[in-house]
């Protein structure tokens, strides 16, 4: 009788480790840009914004470092290696380096900063993409071992954007970006994908901004919840009721946007966003645990 008690508490207590191990959560987020953008008026980018709420803004380029138990994932990997150094002209459109402004060193960009941070490119498991503007899918190239997880709809909007986003390459789609990486393996999604099957990293579809942008859905280890926007809300103005710009939908963004602000609301997450010189400043160039 007394050993199969010890067989069942044995049986239980291997249950709960196992469960427990199935429900692994990320250890850590690391927050960093690819350089800055600007200094420029806000309302090149937030075109709806009153003129007594103007000001100047140099903004991040957001990109996310995740450590997970089962693998290092990459959340967009931005701007192009080769821009670096006042070298914008020789790899985007003059007129967007007019426009953006682009400080990147060498030393902002991803493998450089996965460097910093003790981690080799070579052993990113996963690089996830939120949309290939040229801010966001910039080195993807740096990732031929990864797994790719994009949206199917972005693979071909990148390749074959709508006539009004802009078809000229280099633009704001960069078409060296892509094909450099064509050849890599994606895990080509058509929806929300719960990414190790134990909802610690969750891909939310959030289009609008792009045909198929995604965005991220953390749950750290210690509790807390954490959501990466991207460029789903760039910034706070747009959560003021200011829509963005530059929008493949105006529609699917609005309701985008809705969704993650009720998911932070409802589910008491942190959001944050693609492009806000505040939150950044505040809360950039750190890890969450
Ligand atoms: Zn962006």
Redesign the pocket.
Known sequence: MRKSLAVVLFGLLYALLSSSAAFAQVKGVYWTTSGKFGPFPITGLIPSIPKEKQRDVTIPVSMWIIDHPKGLIVFDTGNNVAISDGNCKSYWAAGNCDLLKPSQTRADVIDAQLKTLGYSADKVKVVITSHT?L??AGNIAMFPNAIHVIQKKELYQGWWPEKFQGRTTPGTFVMADLASAREFNYLELEGDYDLFGDGSVQILTTPGHTLGHQSVKLHLASGGKLILAQ?AIWMQENVDGYPAGLNYSVLDYTKSLNRLKFMRDLEGAQLFY??DEIQYAAKGGRWYK
């Open positions: 503007h801010d966001h460029d693609g492009h």
